[in-house]
């Protein structure tokens, strides 16, 4: 990866500047995405009163769906169970451009006192749980819309296309359920028309508003799922020398697992996650039970890195049960590819991102281990993806709560800017094609 970054710095200086014959096209769509201000709000505000978990968006799948056609978009509707897709075709022959929010809440109670703080309750696994939107996906619907309206505004000045991808479950699925990004690509949205280039934005509470943050190459980690069952011999717990211990054994596969990361992955070339999450083993305090189970998470932001540790893992836990006269069962579920920002777009998209900001606004940002799913249609077409800064200004960001929290809380004078930046890469990457 590091070579990597270095040749997108290489084709980042190279950028061309902002053609002349865009200037007016994006001045007209940053005037009309200030007007919009107030309605983008009152959407969020709106979504944020009603949230709905991931494939049970129809709510808001509903409010989106009349918003396209009431701009006079094709709709389609029912794409990857709730998602919507509207198509905007320009004035003039050209490429096409898609543009994605994703829809989703979270199994979250908010805590946050607000006037349109979500009330939403629901079970979830099980659990009684409320429902919020944690993460800002509500802003990200808003802002879409926003740049939807302001479009078709100025479509008879677009060379080409814009497709507006509203994703369902971003956050995952249920148990058994198919969802997300992965299931829209399999459902084709990314055809009929097809996409030469994606963008897409998240907001982000820990920086402040006014600025967006990008990173060329990998910027999101992968992120996996595992288990280990390890099978051992159960006994009495007053006997312990009769049974093969499948918790201590467990255990030890915990800390040999610690050793992936801080012994065998280069760090100073990738940063690599090896999370146990869960561990789950016996019913009673007297009684050696004859399974364990853990489960987890792998992060990474290099495939290779990434199969390595799924290697590692695999090794580790099988010889550690096998030490101990066990054995262990591991799987390894492959959940989201590495967020991976083509370095040519990104260089090509670059100084539109500073004209709408500001040059001094517009930050290149370390990578992080946090993962996101619109990573799936980087997998087929080269793509975006950036960061709208949600914090007010001035707040140390050691303050503000963090993503998927009950007091996550966005500053909603960013999301114009939000409007702007999806607006304008999608009618300047039309205009340079």
Request: proline content about 5%; hydrophobic content about 45%; some cysteine.
């Amino acid at each position: 990866m590091k070579k990597l970054y270095s040749a997108a710095a290489l084709v980042l200086t190279a950028a061309p500047p902002l053609l002349a014959q865009n200037a007016a096209l994006d001045a007209r769509i940053a005037q009309l995405a200030t007007q919009e201000e107030s309605k983008v709000v009152a959407w969020r505000r709106d979504l944020h009163e009603h949230p709905e978990l991931g494939n049970q968006e129809t709510r808001t799948a509903g409010i989106i769906a009349a918003h396209l056609k009431s701009l006079g978009l094709e709709v389609q509707t029912g794409v990857a169970r709730t998602g919507v897709v509207g198509i905007l075709r320009g004035g003039k022959p050209g490429p096409v451009v898609a543009l994605r929010a994703d829809m989703d809440a979270l199994p979250v109670t908010e805590s946050n006192n607000l006037p349109f703080a979500s009330k939403v309750k629901t079970t979830y696994l099980g659990q009684p749980v409320g429902v919020m939107h944690a993460c800002g996906h509500d802003t990200h619907v808003a802002m879409l819309m926003g740049a939807a309206e302001v479009l078709s505004q100025v479509k008879k000045d677009l060379p080409g296309t814009v497709k507006f991808i509203f994703q369902p479950a971003e956050e995952g699925s249920l148990p058994g359920e198919e969802g997300g990004a992965k299931l829209m690509v399999k459902e084709k949205v990314l055809e009929n028309p097809k996409v030469d280039a994606i963008f897409g934005v998240h907001i982000q509470a820990q920086t402040e508003v006014g600025t967006l943050s990008y990173r060329p190459g990998g910027e999101m980690a992968s992120s996996d799922r595992f288990s280990i069952k390890v099978h051992g011999k159960g006994s009495h717990g007053a006997y312990p020398w009769n049974s093969v211990d499948p918790i201590v054994t467990a255990a030890q596969i915990v800390l040999g697992l610690q050793t992936i990361v801080s012994r065998q992955v280069k760090l100073i070339d990738d940063a690599a996650v090896v999370t146990v999450g869960t561990i789950n083993a016996g019913v009673r305090h007297n009684v050696i039970p004859a399974d364990a189970e853990l489960t987890g998470t792998i992060r990474a932001l290099n495939p290779a890195v990434q199969q390595e540790i799924w290697a590692s893992v695999r090794r580790i836990a099988k010889g550690i049960a096998e030490s101990a006269g066990a054995t262990a069962e591991v799987s390894i579920e492959p959940y989201v590819p590495v967020t991976f920002n083509n370095e040519k777009l990104t260089a090509q998209m670059l100084p539109t991102l500073r004209a709408v900001a500001g040059a001094a606004q517009v930050r290149e940002q370390k990578a992080v281990t946090g993962a996101e799913d619109f990573s799936f249609y980087q997998e087929k077409v080269p793509g975006l993806f950036l960061f709208v800064g949600g914090m007010s200004k001035g707040q140390d960001p050691a303050t503000a709560a963090d993503h998927h929290t009950a007091g996550f809380r966005i500053d909603e004078s960013g999301l114009t800017l939000g409007v702007k930046t999806l607006a304008t890469l999608a009618a300047d990457y039309l205009s340079r094609k």
